[in-house]
Nanobody, 117 residues
Framework: QVRLVESGGGLVQAGGSLRLSCANSGIIFSTDTMGWYRQAPGKQRELVAAITSGGITNYAESVKGRFTISRDNAKNTVYLQMNSLKPEDTAVYYC???????????WGQGTQVTVSS
């Protein structure tokens, strides 16, 4: 069972920083990919960043150089450090675990990030 709980969202001015955390109280396998997605009002959910247990990362072009994803396998936790935030980063951010061998995705409840101009 995977149970994801996000924290760290909030309101920040443009140019500021936030750090999101996602803790999983269930089992994470070494083959699971953990990541962050976001969904702005009226838009589809999109990948922000993902990381394998081996530390291989993948970022959306729009956040490269500004966001950093990291993972603590011992704590079953994934983080998203967001710097130089822009108003267009405003969205609900969702933590995700992708279990490829089961073709399954698990989601957190989401945390709101609002960047004011």
């Amino acid at each position: 069972q995977v149970r994801l709980v996000e924290s760290g969202g909030g309101l920040v001015q443009a140019g500021g920083s936030l750090r999101l955390s996602c803790a999983n109280s269930g089992i994470i396998f070494s083959t699971d990919t953990m990541g962050w997605y976001r969904q702005a009002p009226g838009k589809q959910r999109e990948l922000v960043a993902a990381i394998t247990s081996g530390g291989i990362t993948n970022y959306a072009e729009s956040v490269k150089g500004r966001f950093t994803i990291s993972r603590d396998n011992a704590k079953n936790t994934v983080y998203l450090q967001m710097n130089s935030l822009k108003p267009e980063d405003t969205a609900v951010y969702y933590c995700n675990v992708r279990r490829a061998w089961l073709n399954s995705d698990y989601w957190g409840q989401g945390t709101q990030v609002t960047v004011s101009s």
